[in-house]
T-cell receptor, first 115, second 106 residues
C-alpha cells in the first residue's frame, strides 16, 4: 500500500478484556516497529521485527503484551487482560531493510481506551 | 541506543528560519540521527536523517557537528503548518524523548 495502515483507528474495551491491534506495513518493508504513546509524551518503543522474527522485544512492558508477524508482513499487537493504564495511542512504523537510505514511515495509530 | 537532549519549546516567526538543536553526546559511530515531527493526533512524520555529512531535502536541512555529538535541524522558511513537536532520535529503536514543541507565529 501507499502507507502504513493501522486498524482499528479507535478501540474502546472493558478492563480485563483481550484486544488485537493490526498493522499493515508498506509493501516490501522488512522492518516493523510498535510504539505506545501516552498523552503529552513521546512515543515509547515496544518491539521491533526484522522479517518474521522479533529482533528486539525489550520495550514490551509485561507478559500481557505480545506481538506477531507470521508472514513477515502484517503484524498484530495483542494485549491480554487489559488495564486502564494500557490506554494510549499504539503506533506502528515500517522501514526498508536499507535504513541507511530510507527513514521509517509511521501509521496514524490506534487509540485504545480501556474503561 | 543513545539518548538525546532537546529544548522543550521554541517560538519562531512565520517566514523565518527555525533552528532546532539536539545533543546526542553518547552516539555510537554507526548510529544515524533521525528527525521526526508530530502534529496533534497524527503519527510521527519523517523529516530527514543523516550519519556524518550534512543533509538537505525539500523539507529541511540537517547539520551534524564533526564529532557527531550534536546536530541542528533547520526549517528554512517556517510556516504556520510547521507548528508541531519535533523529535531528534538516534539509533534503530527510535527512542523518542519529549521533543521540542515548535510554535510558528504569524
Amino acid at each position: 500500500g501507499a502507507g502504513v495502515s493501522q486498524t482499528p483507528s479507535n478501540k474502546v474495551t472493558e478492563k480485563g478484556k483481550y484486544v488485537e491491534l493490526r498493522c499493515d506495513p508498506i509493501s516490501g518493508h522488512t522492518a516493523l516497529y510498535w510504539y505506545r504513546q501516552s498523552l503529552g509524551q513521546g512515543p515509547e518503543f515496544l518491539i521491533y521485527f526484522q522479517g518474521t522474527g522479533a529482533a528486539d522485544d525489550s520495550g514490551l512492558p509485561n507478559d500481557r503484551f505480545f506481538a506477531v508477524r507470521p508472514e513477515g508482513s502484517v503484524s498484530t499487537l495483542k494485549i491480554q487482560r487489559t488495564e486502564r493504564g494500557d490506554s494510549a495511542v499504539y503506533l506502528c512504523a515500517s522501514s526498508s531493510w536499507d535504513r541507511a537510505n530510507y527513514g521509517y514511515t509511521f501509521g496514524s495509530g490506534t487509540r485504545l481506551t480501556v474503561v | 541506543d543513545a539518548k538525546t537532549t532537546q529544548p522543550p519549546s521554541m517560538d519562531c516567526a512565520e517566514g523565518r528560519a527555525a533552528n532546532l538543536p539536539c545533543n546526542h553526546s553518547t552516539i555510537s559511530g554507526n548510529e544515524y540521527v533521525y528527525w521526526y515531527r508530530q502534529i496533534h493526533s497524527q503519527g510521527p512524520q519523517y523529516i530527514i536523517h543523516g550519519l556524518k555529512n550534512n543533509e538537505t531535502n525539500e523539507m529541511a536541512s540537517l547539520i551534524i557537528t564533526e564529532d557527531r555529538k550534536s546536530s541542528t535541524l533547520i526549517l528554512p522558511h517556517a510556516t504556520l503548518r510547521d507548528t508541531a513537536v519535533y523529535y531528534c532520535i538516534v539509533g534503530y529503536k527510535l527512542s523518542f524523548g519529549a521533543g521540542t514543541t515548535v510554535t510558528v507565529r504569524a
